[in-house]
């Protein structure tokens, strides 16, 4: 039997970055909420709890994996790694997906348990994982909700890859899918190769809180699957979610995490009470988010001041309990005459409207560019590169300069590439929500 260590609660810190004064009359307040869990240890580094964690693996099995044939080489050692890195307790299952969903382990619609006899069993039916049919990942979704469902466990996630584009399902069956499996699960998405549909991949990612990526070399997909696993071993708390509050006469105009990557949840709202409302954030080991937060609040007169908005961390209580408050910090806001401190913009704000503003820039520019509106890609892109050299984003400078020739990247002057490795124009667009933080001075 395995030994599990003693379990603790991560610890949960907020802090709020912003300047709370504004102009007389101003209605519009901009904070960044740092959001950090440490400390959690609800297992050791070989066994989890029992019930802790859940995770199903959907390997795309369609037709076109075979071709070449080292992505389904590639696809079975990624998911055989995956399960070596599954600790013990850890409840797991492997589905086949291709127009239809199959259990390839351990079947009978259950999960199993892991330990050294079920990784075996596991990777041994992966042997005979073969490749055929087309593609509805609607479907295999389902199956893995359904798995997922019928777990205690605290933690329920899934990785899903695909190698091509969702054919043979109605686009609408997936969103469908999508929005019944939000909440109830997280899930990693991998595209491999360079068939596949970004805005797909990426969708489904962003609906179930979770990261999206391109493997374009199926020689690297172990490596990234078994990154990916080590990464939802460490989740520790589940279905936290921000709550933000505000006075009568203020509302939230919109909340979108900013890092480590951009994701707007201003539609996830759900209420928590007349002045509160609840956004997703999913599961968290440790780790730190960001999130700019803007809040409307009524106008006011110079000197007066108000509590704009209240953040906080909170997680579902037992049944018949309140939510469990984990941290929570102020938003504020100060009218003042003083033009220098209301003018002023809180550096965390600033570099975090840029991120989000470069992903933007990036998305528009490469759809500008399929479009062969050669201005439009240019000056979109220019602003990237001009974004990403100035907030220091490095990785995605060196990704946009796969796709433009950088003359001046500080003013933003850039030449369209004639001819660009569709890998490259690819993980530009997937990775562009990436952001980097703020440097430390």
């Given at each position: ?21 504004l102009a ?10 740092t959001?950090?869990?440490?400390g ?24 076109s ?17 995956a ?12 589905i086949?997906g291709?127009?239809v ?6 079947r009978?619609?259950?999960?199993a ?22 593609t509805?990942?609607?479907?295999w ?9 019928g ?5 329920r ?10 054919e ?5 069956v997936?969103?469908?899918?999508l ?37 374009a ?12 696993m080590?990464?939802v ?13 505000t ?8 909340v979108k995490?900013?890092a480590?990557a951009?994701q ?6 759900t ?5 509160a409302g609840d956004?997703?954030?999913?599961s968290?080991g440790d780790?730190?988010?960001e ?5 409307r609040?009524?106008?006011a ?13 909170v997680?579902p209580?037992a049944?018949?309990?309140d ?5 929570q910090?102020?938003?504020?806001a100060?009218w003042t ?9 809180n ?21 500008a560019?399929?479009l062969?509106?050669v201005?439009g ?16 984003n ?22 369209l ?7 490259d ?10 952001t ?6």
């Amino acid at each position: 039997m395995a030994n599990f260590a003693k379990p603790s609660a991560p610890r949960f810190s907020v802090e709020v970055y912003q300047n709370e004064f504004l102009a007389e009359g101003a209605r519009d307040v901009h904070a960044i909420v740092t959001v950090t869990s440490t400390g959690g240890a609800t297992a050791t580094r070989t066994a989890v709890a029992p019930g802790g964690a859940a995770v199903v693996i959907m390997v795309d099995c369609s037709g076109s994996m075979e071709y070449p044939p080292d992505k389904m080489r590639g696809a079975r050692e990624a998911t055989a790694a995956a399960v070596d890195t599954l600790r013990d307790g850890t409840a797991f299952a492997v589905i086949a997906g291709t127009h239809v969903a199959k259990e390839v382990f351990p079947r009978r619609g259950l999960l199993a348990i892991a330990d050294a006899t079920t990784r075996a069993q596991a990777k041994e039916a992966l042997r005979g994982l073969t490749s055929g049919g087309g593609t509805a990942i609607g479907t295999w979704l389902r199956l893995a909700d359904g798995l997922l469902h019928g777990s205690t466990a605290a933690i329920r996630h899934g990785i899903l890859l695909t190698d091509g584009r969702n054919e043979h399902e109605d686009p609408a069956v997936l969103r469908a899918t999508l929005d019944a499996c939000a909440g109830r699960f997280t899930c990693d998405a991998r595209g491999v190769g360079t068939d596949w549909e970004v805005k797909e991949v990426t969708g489904i990612a962003s609906a179930l809180l979770g990261t999206a990526d391109i493997v374009a070399d199926p020689a690297r997909l172990s490596a990234d699957f078994t990154h990916m696993m080590e990464n939802v071993m460490g989740k520790e708390v589940a279905d936290v979610s921000l709550r933000l509050w505000t006075p009568v006469g203020a509302e939230i105009l919109y909340v979108k995490q900013v890092a480590p990557a951009v994701q707007d949840l201003t539609a996830r709202r759900t209420e928590a009470s007349p002045r509160a409302g609840d956004y997703p954030t999913g599961s968290w080991g440790d780790e730190s988010r960001e999130y700019h937060v803007c809040v409307r609040v009524p106008g006011a007169a110079v000197g007066q001041e108000m509590l704009a908005a209240r953040a906080a961390l909170v997680m579902p209580g037992a049944p018949g309990e309140d939510p469990a408050v984990l941290a929570q910090g102020l938003v504020r806001a100060v009218w003042t005459d003083d033009l220098a401190a209301s003018t002023a913009i809180n550096p965390q704000v600033a570099h975090y409207t840029g991120q989000a503003e470069l992903a933007q820039a990036i998305q528009q520019g490469l759809e500008a560019r399929k479009l062969g509106d050669v201005g439009g890609a240019t000056a979109k892109l220019g602003r990237a590169v001009q974004l990403a050299s100035s907030s220091g984003n490095a990785d995605t400078a060196k990704l946009l300069a796969k796709v433009v020739d950088v003359v001046d990247a500080a003013a933003g002057t850039v030449r369209l590439k004639a001819k660009v490795a569709d890998a490259d124009e690819m993980t530009l667009e997937t990775r562009s929500t990436q952001t980097v933080r703020v440097r430390k001075s």
